[in-house]
């Protein structure tokens, strides 16, 4: 009688395991459903403040052109302040929540040099930021200035650059 | 027959306790997930604040409004920390659900942003509206951001104020030349002479005084962050400026030492750098009142000089 007792008992609690272990399976299919949409909300609202900083970055002061190059101008990058910001990227790094920012001059069409404090103004490509796990990248296109001489004469050379903008995978 | 009888008692017994603590343990995951869900949803609200925010980056234009339509009544609370390169600017929302408040401690933290609310907005919808500022040059882009049940009633106020809260064309804000009609609003007085002022501008002076509090500020930007937000509030957000104008300056000097600028003088490091060093010694908008004199010899410098630095 008793080792029937025993049976039903060790019957019963198997039983509640197998439950239990049914209910935490589907408990932990459910968490990483959810998971996973979250993360997907998170990626497309990373990938929509992408595209809407590719199109106002150029406008931010520690880039913008301000009014060094005659009236005040939208989209226009400083090219020399840029040169500048390098040295201080450092303190930007979680500044903008980017992974990458690039500029690179498309037109006039030269051949890519990386631009340097050794070869600035001759080169074509700003590596500002290059992270890992970078994400698709977004692109505007802005006018990037500076000052020129000439026979001793001082003018403003613009030349059209792309800015590129990309952001960190969750 | 008795001893069956307690073995059918006692295996019952068991499974009572058993089912009765794996449905407590299905309760308790079941609250904690409503509690995570509803954190999540509220992060998620504040994310998409902050990435409106971005499109509200002005460029050179002035005073850009819009309005934030929520799914559900939310309180929105901005909170700041001056800590840190740049310190950093908060965001958090939490949403009334059937008549209870799901509070949610994870603000959503920025470094690039600047959100002015007078302690916290609570609402469906919400007025953002942002203004560049400058000192002298661009520093930033500062929002505020107000409820819509809220009403402001600025009282006499300078022509150019006048002219661009009309333009902003905000529902909550009245502009009135001595009283305000509508009910309950934050009374804002450009000028003495009026009873219930909640806010009292000494427009040309550059300082406000709300709650018997001194906000001082440099330009119109920072009078409507004074009116839009704490003192608290206030004075670490502009700690935070003050060290995004170090910043830029630093660049500015970093600018004129380049190559370039060997044939284009810019007339300005000397000033920039005594006003680096107005701005190391910064502790609270107080000291706003000394800076009149030294920004106004950086942007005549720089206005005059042979190439323009900003």
Redesign the interface.
């Known amino acids: 009688?008793?080792k029937?007792?025993q049976i039903?008992?060790q019957q019963?609690?198997f039983m509640?395991i197998a439950?239990?272990l049914f209910?935490v399976l589907v408990?932990l299919f459910f968490?990483s459903f959810?998971l996973s949409g979250?993360r997907e909300?998170?990626t497309t609202?990373d990938e929509?403040?992408a595209i809407?900083?590719s199109s106002?970055i150029s406008?931010?002061?520690?880039f913008?052109c301000?009014?060094?190059y005659g009236s005040?101008r939208?989209?226009c990058i400083?090219s020399?302040?840029l040169?500048?910001?390098v040295?201080?990227k450092p303190?930007?790094s979680?500044?903008?929540?980017i992974s990458g920012l690039e500029i690179r001059k498309i037109y006039p069409k030269q051949s890519e040099i990386i631009c340097s404090s050794s070869n600035?103004?001759n080169c074509t490509y700003f590596k500002i930021f290059s992270g890992e796990n970078s994400g698709p990248d977004y692109t505007s296109f802005v006018s990037l200035c500076?000052?020129?001489?000439f026979s001793g004469a001082?003018y403003d050379k613009c030349e059209l650059a792309k800015i590129i903008v990309s952001y960190k995978i969750k | 027959m008795k001893k069956a009888y307690l073995d059918i008692q006692f295996s019952w017994i068991f499974a009572i306790i058993v089912g009765a603590i794996i449905l407590f343990f299905a309760i308790f995951m079941v609250v904690k997930l409503v509690k995570t869900e509803s954190s999540s949803q509220n992060v998620q609200t504040s994310k998409e604040i902050s990435v409106l925010l971005n499109s509200l980056e002005t460029s050179y234009e002035q005073g850009v409004s819009s309005l934030i339509s929520l799914p559900q009544y939310s309180r929105i609370y901005s909170t700041c920390s001056a800590s840190g390169n740049f310190g950093s600017q908060g965001i958090l929302v939490n949403e009334k659900i059937y008549g209870k408040w799901q509070e949610s401690k994870i603000p959503l933290i920025l470094e690039d942003k600047y959100l002015f609310i007078d302690n916290y907005a609570e609402s469906r919808e919400f007025y953002v509206f942002s203004k560049p500022f400058e000192f002298p040059f661009k520093i930033a882009t500062l929002t505020y951001l107000t409820s819509s049940n809220q009403q402001y009633c600025f009282i006499n106020p300078p022509t150019a104020i006048r002219d661009e809260i009309i333009k902003l064309e905000q529902d909550n804000f009245v502009v009135s030349e001595s009283n305000c009609t509508s009910e309950s609003p934050v009374k804002i007085c450009y000028s003495s002479g009026f009873l219930n002022c909640d806010i009292n501008v000494k427009y040309s002076e550059n300082f406000l005084v709300k709650d018997g509090k001194t906000y001082w500020f440099v330009d119109d930007a920072s009078m409507y962050a004074g009116i839009f937000s704490t003192k608290e509030q206030y004075e670490c957000q502009m700690k935070r400026l003050v060290k995004r104008v170090n910043s830029l300056s630093e660049i500015y000097k970093e600018k004129i030492l380049l190559n370039t600028y060997s044939t284009c003088k810019s007339d300005v490091l000397n000033e920039l750098e005594s006003f680096i060093f107005y701005l190391n010694s910064y502790s609270d908008s107080k000291d706003f009142k000394n800076s009149k004199l030294i920004l106004t010899e950086l942007e005549s410098e720089n206005k005059y000089s042979g190439c323009r630095l900003w």
């Open positions: 009688m008793v029937k007792a039903k008992i019963t609690a509640l439950l239990t209910f408990g968490l959810k979250l909300k998170a609202l929509k403040n809407i900083l106002k406008n931010y002061p520690e913008s301000e009014e060094a005040k939208v989209n400083d020399d302040k040169m500048a910001f040295n201080f303190k930007y979680n500044f903008w929540e600035y103004p500076r000052k020129e001489s001082i």
